[in-house]
């Protein structure tokens, strides 16, 4: 799956947990989800669910605590992808 199609899926499952309109139009790799974002670490936990749900993945509590950022989130995708 190409970066950029993760990028926007991953755009749809974050959009209902923003608080930063502006921040989530300028998302980039480099995006962190709760200082740029203003994701609270509950609705977190929600993104971290959907994304399970949409790729069909097992995320560890391991991988959970890394997923801060829109790259960290894109690496452990794909890393899970991959296994």
């Not at 923003?18 to 300028?26: L, S, T």
């Not at 959907?50 to 790259?71: A, P, Q, R, T, W």
Request: proline share 1%; charged share 35%; hydrophobic share 45%.
């Amino acid at each position: 799956m190409a970066k950029e199609e993760l990028i926007l899926k991953l755009k749809a499952i974050v959009k209902p947990y923003i608080q930063d309109e502006e921040a989530f139009k300028n998302l980039t790799e480099e995006t962190d989800f709760i200082n740029d974002l203003k994701i609270d670490s509950a609705n977190l936990v929600d993104v971290v669910l959907d994304i399970e749900d949409e790729f069909k993945i097992e995320i560890d509590n391991d991988s959970m605590e890394k997923m801060l950022s829109v790259k960290a989130a894109i690496a452990i995708i794909e890393e899970k992808l991959s296994a």
